[in-house]
């Protein structure tokens, strides 16, 4: 009976409520949108102490360089590779479901302005390597900018084990008690799940309606099927082959987190419970889990990468232009380049979207043929996103385990 009442089943069971609620209910789901947003708020405000705490705390607790070392060596190592398979996987699902084929539609005939079109920052390399570095470390919190911030904490906690044993465990204690005391909050507002999805997720319905799903449902579905076979075969492969566990068993014990990111859609407000499940529930060793979840939730989206080799080649399609090969390429390029820079946050994906259309010469204001569905399948993605964080998570541990 408690099991029928846990944590998970009812978040699932919100989710179904929700979407019946927003659907059959659309204007009282958006008025009480606001209940989303504070448990949306609540989530986010324990970000930054815990990205800090826990980057610290697992740097700092580690033996020595060297272990540094091999996390970080095999974090990297699998955040590349399954970023460079999921674009590969995007371009071979769409190559073989064909969604865009027959259709042509030109930039004039587009309603939307082009005023409301979302708009990426300039992002040259040099840019891209500059805004890591935080000549202002409170601006950069006080801004929430999670890579500059990862980038001085990394350098910080590297530091601090340099400096004399006392004030070394001075620090460590100071980091370690934020850490607690940001789980124990982050535990309280976990409780509130059920609540927040159910108004979250109404609102989405209510928003947009289930209409627009049916109008792009070609697209859409090749986005989850190619999303389906990542999370459902890819990963799980990477993960019985490589950390030598069961992926599934491991799913059933974390997907309290999955869960919260389909519902936020938003990895960087899913990392307070994926830190938590990952090691009360999961088994990852806190300073596993403390570096490689805070750096996957920013860095590591294959939901994105391969939603955005495949809406690019869904628009191209529309535009009547056939992507040569290197234009590929450099799809392939962009498109984990774009995923590394998205922000964890609901939509950042569809921004990334202008680098690629630019990359490869589209106009821009093809965007506006697939922001309709973009909030359903950010939804999908995200939890991609963060199921494949925590699969990282326990692929590194396992694997240090066997090879310290
Ligand atoms: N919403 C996604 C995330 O937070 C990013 C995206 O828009 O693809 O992981």
Redesign the pocket.
């Known amino acids: 009976m408690a099991k029928l009442f846990s944590l998970e089943n009812l978040t699932l069971a919100a989710i179904v409520l929700g979407i019946l609620f927003g659907y059959l209910l659309p204007d009282l789901a958006l008025s009480l949108q606001f209940i989303g947003q504070i448990y949306l708020a609540l989530l986010k405000m324990l970000i930054i102490p815990i990205v800090v705490a826990s980057i610290y705390i697992a740097i700092t607790g580690l033996t020595g360089a060297d272990e540094l070392k091999s996390i970080g060596i095999k974090a990297f190592a699998y955040y590349f590779t399954t970023t460079a398979l999921a674009v590969s996987l995007g371009l071979v699902v769409f190559n073989i479901f064909d969604p865009g084929s027959g259709a042509t539609i030109q930039v004039d005939n587009l309603a939307t302005p082009h005023q409301q079109l979302p708009e990426a920052k300039e992002l040259s390399f040099a840019t891209f390597l500059l805004s890591f570095i935080p000549t202002n470390i409170f601006a950069a919190l006080s801004q929430g900018a999670i890579l500059p911030i990862i980038f001085f904490t990394i350098l910080f906690a590297i530091a601090s084990i340099y400096i004399e044993a006392s004030k070394k465990q001075l620090l460590y204690n100071f980091f370690d008690a934020i850490n607690d005391a940001m789980m124990v909050l982050a535990k309280w507002i976990i409780a509130l799940t059920p609540i927040g999805v159910f108004f979250l997720i109404a609102a989405t319905i209510g928003k947009s309606g289930l209409e627009p799903l049916f109008a792009l449902s070609g697209y859409a579905l090749t986005v989850l099927v190619a999303l389906a076979i990542h999370g459902g075969i890819v990963l799980p492969a990477i993960a019985y082959f490589v950390g030598h566990f069961n992926p599934y068993r491991y799913f059933t014990q974390i997907k309290e987190a999955p869960l919260i990111?389909f519902s936020?859609?938003?990895?960087?407000?899913?990392l307070p419970v994926s830190i938590e499940v990952a090691e009360t529930k999961g088994g990852v060793d806190k300073r596993v889990a403390g570096f490689v979840l805070p750096l996957g939730?920013t860095i590591n989206?294959d939901?994105?990468a391969l939603?955005?080799s495949i809406a690019v080649m869904f628009i191209a399609n529309l535009a009547g232009v056939d992507l040569t090969l290197s234009q590929q390429i450099i799809i392939f390029l962009t498109a984990t380049f774009a995923?590394i820079g998205?922000?964890?946050?609901?939509?950042?994906?569809?921004?990334?979207m202008t680098l690629i259309l630019d990359s490869v010469g589209l106009p821009n204001e093809y965007i506006a043929l697939i922001i309709a569905v973009?909030r359903f399948l950010?939804m999908f993605?995200?939890a991609i996103?963060?199921w494949g964080d925590l699969l990282g998570a326990k692929i590194v541990d396992q694997l240090l385990r066997r090879h310290p």
């Open positions: 990111a936020t859609a938003s990895s960087s407000a899913t939730a989206m939901g994105t939603y955005e995923s998205a922000a964890g946050i609901p939509g950042a994906g569809l921004i990334m973009d950010d993605r995200t996103n963060v």
